[in-house]
């Protein structure tokens, strides 16, 4: 139904190395014309194969609700979000989704300005918005011990901010952008686990809980409150569905998790 579907993949693949596999599609056009009489141009060809990074992936994500992207390091999950946003273009399958998407990278970017600006990012400042969202991300008590609060100012690359600090600015940043898909990449990272645990109930479960969100995450906390989960291995679905399935279905599945 695609009046309450918000995201769907179907049977998609992608590669990084797409340029390559185009630059061999040139050669083979170019050499056409040297092509022996016979027409066999198969065998040079046949060790030119590109390794996907994401392989047959299928998936669909209602509005309002949440996914979980979770497997180990280089499984795929970070291309998975660069596919949705149009940056890794599938060789196989479709991707469907409407409307704006808010994202926020693994590391976010920190432009020379105020700590509200590098929040807003260009939009206007509504209050309640803005407070809502400095709450939820756990940044009033960074910003309380601040003489200039959130008018202080920050340098290219943030280097005067503690990584858990740029963290959480740069999802407070995509949070506060209003969107119909939210791809949050791996957004607890450099946090220690009780503000990660508030931080994901405050704002990921509450504050967000009428937006359709993708995150990145191999909490197992978070695994069981998302509505979907998707387990990538080596670019492949080791898993996608609910997560009582998931340890129905999958019982071994957390030591993908690992690394
Ligand atoms: C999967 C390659 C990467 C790795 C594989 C984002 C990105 C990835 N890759 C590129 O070549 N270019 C890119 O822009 O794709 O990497 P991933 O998608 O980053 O995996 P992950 O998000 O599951 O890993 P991690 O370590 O962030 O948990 O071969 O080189």
Redesign the pocket.
Known sequence: NLTNTELELVNVTAS?DEGIGELFEKIKQENKADDPPNGDTGLFFTNLYVTP?LKNIGLYLEKGKMLAVA??????????L?MILGE?VPSEGKIRHSGRISFSP?TSWIMPGTIRDNILFGLAYDEYRYTSVIRACQLEEDLALLPEKDKAPLKEGGVTLSGGQRARIGLARAVYKDADLYLLD?PFTHLDIVTEKEIFERCLCKLMSSKTRVV?TSKLDHLKRADKVLL?HN?MCYFYGSFSDLQAQRPDFSSLLLG
């Open positions: 990084w990074v497997g180990s390091t280089g499984s795929g999950k970070s291309s998975l660069m890794l693994q791996s990145v990538l670019g």
